[in-house]
């Protein structure tokens, strides 16, 4: 992953790879980041460089997979998602649905053990259900659906 930064002290680009361990920018130099390649979220020229690289290396600790967090960082600010990380190791709850229909992710949902209907569900009467209502219930209470870059449907929540 790199960081195509610009050097406002000397008024020149700089290419870093990230994560470091060892910070590689001059402390008394200004930057701003111009352009990103391979790194799962959006950022802005004024994101701090240090919390990008933080961010990365905590994900990489917590051996986090690249598509799910593409996904995440469609789904929430950069500064979300650092916030989110501060307060937990694994702050987000992904599910890969199959597919990007309302009905599949109410149904995803349900497999995995959340549930948004107001009853249970007897196995043989699954394929009655209409579990776009779950899926419905579900985005009311912060569940998002969302994209990695290979277009793998990924449904998200924010739990930390």
Not at 10 to 17: A, K, L, Q, T, Y
Not at 52 to 72: C, D, G, R, T, Y
Not at 102 to 113: E, H, K, T, V
Request: aromatic residues 10%; negative net charge; contains cysteine.
């Amino acid at each position: 992953m790199k960081l195509y930064i610009r050097d406002l002290t000397e008024n020149r680009d700089v290419e870093i790879e990230v994560p470091y361990t060892e910070n590689p920018l001059t402390k008394r130099h200004e930057y701003i980041i111009v352009d990103q390649d391979g790194i799962p979220f959006h950022l802005s020229e004024l994101d701090s460089i240090s919390d990008v690289n933080e961010l990365l290396l905590k994900m990489s600790e917590n051996n986090m997979p690249k598509q799910p967090m593409e996904a995440i960082g469609k789904s929430y600010l950069f500064s979300e998602i650092k916030e989110a990380f501060e307060e937990d190791d694994d702050p987000f709850e992904v599910i890969e649905p199959g597919t990007s229909d309302d009905s599949d992710c109410g149904y995803a949902l349900y497999r995995a053990g959340i549930s948004y209907l107001p009853f249970e569900v007897p196995e043989d009467a699954e394929d009655y259900i209409r579990w776009e209502q779950a899926w419905y219930a579900a985005e009311t209470d912060g569940w998002r659906l969302s994209h990695s870059k290979d277009n793998t449907p990924h449904i998200i929540r924010r739990i930390a």
